[in-house]
């Protein structure tokens, strides 16, 4: 596609439900970004794919949190047994490795 | 984005120069960028400046690196009522994946 692709771009759950969001990168971007955006806040890294791979989930903060990139291209975030707390922006970002961040618009997600 | 600091606010008038000003903690950054953020709407990048760099100038934008003091600055010559925008300082850090971001510095230009 001719940027990136995020689903939805508003979400509004309760305690304790489950969420996806969706990611579709740039077209041919091999590396995929997931980032959180707090309000007021700079985006805080939560995960790197490299392919279908997460290279480094060093960034999501509990086992609540899950992604996964089983072709390599469209990436779904997981969250499950939402809290208050998780209501962010959640950012997806992608490129060809290295060097740039193409980012999407986000998907904010609301936890009431 | 605890190692990438800006100071958050910076209000200038239309016409003058807006300087952003960003440290960072890690000497191993090889990239360092400057995002723009505009209400409603993604990160773009604006301008980025390799560690082995000085300084990079791009039409109205300057960025200044002291890497001995971990110091990145943006400078905007002319800013104009459009530069209205949240920046953000980034680096990435060795292994050139993981860009960390600082909080961000909401510029306001005053008319």
């Known amino acids: 596609g001719a940027g990136v692709s995020q689903t939805p771009s508003n979400k509004v759950t309760e305690k304790g439900k489950y969420v996806e969001l969706r990611c579709d990168p740039i077209?041919?971007?091999?590396?995929l970004y997931w980032y959180r955006q707090s309000l007021g806040q700079g985006p805080e890294f939560l995960i790197y794919?490299?392919?279908?791979?997460?290279?480094?989930d060093s960034g999501l903060p509990n086992d609540r949190f899950f992604a996964v990139r089983p072709e390599g291209s469209v990436s779904t975030l997981k969250i499950q047994r939402t809290e208050r707390g998780d209501s962010a922006v959640y950012l997806c970002a992608s490129n060809e490795a290295t060097g740039e961040l193409f980012f999407g618009e986000g998907s904010r997600l609301t936890v009431l | 984005g605890e190692d990438v600091e800006q100071s958050l606010f910076l209000s200038v008038r239309e016409g003058d120069s807006s300087v952003i000003n960003c440290t960072y903690t890690?000497?191993?950054?090889?990239?360092l960028y400057w995002y723009k953020q505009e209400p409603g709407a993604g990160l773009q990048l604006l301008t980025y400046i390799f560690s082995n760099m000085d300084m990079k100038q791009d039409q109205r934008l300057t960025v200044l690196l002291n890497k001995k003091d971990k110091h990145l600055s943006l400078r905007i010559a002319d800013t104009q009522t459009g530069d209205s925008a949240i920046y953000f300082c980034a680096e990435t850090r060795t292994g050139g994946f993981k860009t960390i971001f600082g909080a961000g510095t909401r510029l306001f230009v005053k008319a």
């Open positions: 890690d000497s191993s950054s090889t990239y």
């Open positions: 077209s041919g971007h091999t590396a």
């Open positions: 794919f490299q392919g279908t791979g997460a290279a480094d």
